[in-house]
Structures are given as C-alpha cells and as structure tokens.
C-alpha cells in the first residue's frame, strides 16, 4: 500500500483534463478507483491525490462517478479526505450533482503490500 500510495498521488483543476491511471477495482461494489500520477503535489512528507472513483451502475442518489481530494501524510502513514464532488455521468463528467469540504482522517492500514 506504501508504494502504492507513492505513486498514486495528484491534485487536478478538472476530474475532465486528468489522464486518469486505474489503480484498484472494487468488483464487488462495482466501482473502479483512478489517480492522475503526473499531478503530484508534495510538501515535505505530504503528497496530495484527486481520486476519481467511477461506478458501473449509478447510485440512489444519482450520480455515476465522483471525485476525492485526499492528502497523504507518508511520514505518520494517514489519509485524510480534504474535498468531494459527484457527477452526473462516468469518469467525472457530466452535471456536478453535489460537492463540498471533508474533515476526516484515518491510518493507513497495515497491509502486505505496504512491506515493498
């Protein structure tokens, strides 16, 4: 997951403009995760991501794909969720349907992969 994480941070202005990099799929919820890693931000131990995550079938409330900014603190080994938007359509496109800040931090859990 460290790795992981190291190469899967971007900031972006537009969910449309990103040259989105699958990283993980969700099969069983229907959902793929996607990361833009040209758009690194780093600051000291911290690195910041625009995730998009788009769904295979659209949720009840209506959208289709939406997008996180997370910013990662490599150092303490936590995520903490900054932004959010949903949209209408896949892949960030279409109406934006809500949006707005996020206060929320968590640890990265302990996985396998983060011992690479």
Known sequence: MKKLICICFALLAST??????????HPG???T????PAKVQKDG??????QLQ???????????SGSTKLEFDCKEKRVKGL???VYADQM??????????????TDIPQHPINAR
């Open 83 to 85: 932004f959010f938007s």
């Open 16 to 25: 449309a403009w990103a040259e989105w990099v699958k990283v993980a799929e």
């Open 45 to 50: 131990n911290l690195r910041q991501v625009l």
């Open 29 to 31: 919820l229907g959902i």
């Open 54 to 64: 788009d769904l295979k079938q659209r949720h009840v409330t209506g959208y289709l």
């Open 92 to 105: 960030g496109m279409g109406e934006t349907l809500n949006s707005g800040p996020l206060n929320n931090s």
């Open 33 to 36: 995760y996607y990361i833009d």
